[in-house]
């Protein structure tokens, strides 16, 4: 049995190093290769191959969890794409002065919802938000380069406080619910 591998997630599942991948070729592909690594077929061999089984299994656990979440995966491909000297910032940093307003400003009216119909018109809006800052994401990956590395995590970043919103947003209406 061949060691773990050292290839990157788009590798291991044989998909272009883009952001706009194919998300059924993805599952498809996780799924075979599940089913060869799958801990059972290895309850008879050896431990050190059940060892590397469970490791290959894990590895791709983690790619595919990375892969198919939009977030991830760009922050992912972004990592590939930096030099060790460039590496990604620890904490989220966004300069954009209109954008943290308007977060302030949906964070505010987040905690003015009082009915359910509010909420689920609140969730529409930011998923609606979230699926067009994704489309100018995947235009800002497709002319990667140097230049615009810290534009794309910054397109990352805001991302990522929105979807940080709409959990909150599901944390109520889980209150609102219940």
């Not at 230049?147 to 209150?175: G, H, P, W, Y």
């Amino acid at each position: 049995m061949p060691s773990p591998s050292k290839k990157n997630y788009f590798e291991l599942f044989a998909l272009p190093c883009t952001f706009d991948i194919d998300l059924k070729a993805l599952k498809e592909c996780y799924q075979l290769l599940q089913k060869n690594f799958h801990p059972d077929r290895y309850a008879s061999k050896p431990d050190h191959e059940k060892r590397l089984a469970m490791q290959h299994a894990t590895e791709l656990n983690d790619a595919y969890s990375v892969l198919k979440d939009p977030l991830k995966r760009g922050f992912y491909l972004l990592s590939l794409y930096r030099s060790n000297e460039q590496n990604l910032s620890e904490e989220v940093s966004i300069k954009d002065s209109a954008f943290l307003m308007q977060q302030f400003e949906l964070r505010e009216a987040l905690a003015a919802i009082k009915t359910l119909d509010e909420l689920l018109l609140f969730i529409k809006k930011t998923d609606a938000s979230i699926n067009e800052t994704i489309e100018q994401l995947k235009t800002e990956f497709k002319k990667i380069s140097p230049d615009n590395l810290s534009t794309i995590e910054s397109t990352l970043n805001k991302i990522q406080f929105m979807v940080k919103l709409r959990e909150e947003a599901f944390l109520l209406e889980e209150e609102l619910m219940g």
